[in-house]
């Protein structure tokens, strides 16, 4: 009979920690950052700053990953319940519009790397929750540089002078 009572007390507690190790009902606000000017810069930044609530108390503590265009990044935790992702992309690459940030716990981020190593597409495991980001773009610079316009305009002002001298000899 104890072996059984101490065989149920164990099962209890373990489902309790697998519950509280799990983030239900997440609301997540988020407030997104990146580059506005890339005339200088060889890649584009971006931050995405969110807080997370969970409906059972204790889980925002949890760790937490994203994933980005395919790509895994660490999520950091930067105050109660607030948490940081940011990535660099190429200017290249790096296009304007929505951003898909997938978070994902530590259960479904081992399912991530499992799928991961069996070569299987990730977008298959569930994730925690799903953030959409807008990037409005960055400006590149103009689109004829200054240089390239002073030296047509002063073409132009010599070819004036030039044939206006010769009309003027004539």
Excluded: H
């Excluded at 969970?54 to 265009?69: H, I, M, Q, T, Y």
């Excluded at 898909?100 to 994730?127: C, H, N, T, W």
């Amino acid at each position: 009979m104890v072996k059984f009572v101490l065989a149920s007390a164990v099962l209890c507690c373990a489902m309790a920690f697998a519950v509280a190790n799990s983030c239900t009902n997440p609301e997540v606000k988020t407030n997104f950052y990146s580059t506005n000017d890339a005339t200088i810069v060889s890649q584009i930044g971006f931050v995405t700053e969110f807080t997370l609530k969970c409906s059972n108390a204790g889980a925002e503590k949890l760790p937490l990953f994203a994933e980005v265009l395919g790509k895994l990044a660490p999520v950091v935790r930067i105050g109660e319940n607030k948490y940081q992702v940011s990535w660099n992309e190429e200017i290249k690459k790096a296009s304007s519009g929505s951003y898909m940030i997938r978070l994902f716990d530590e259960e479904s981020y081992a399912a991530v790397r499992k799928a991961q190593r069996a070569g299987e597409d990730i977008q298959a495991v569930k994730p925690l929750t799903t953030v959409t980001v807008n990037f409005p773009g960055a400006y590149k610079g103009p689109w004829v540089n200054s240089e390239i316009l002073a030296t047509g305009l002063a073409g132009f002002v010599a070819y004036v002078a030039f044939t206006t001298r010769s009309k003027l000899m004539a």
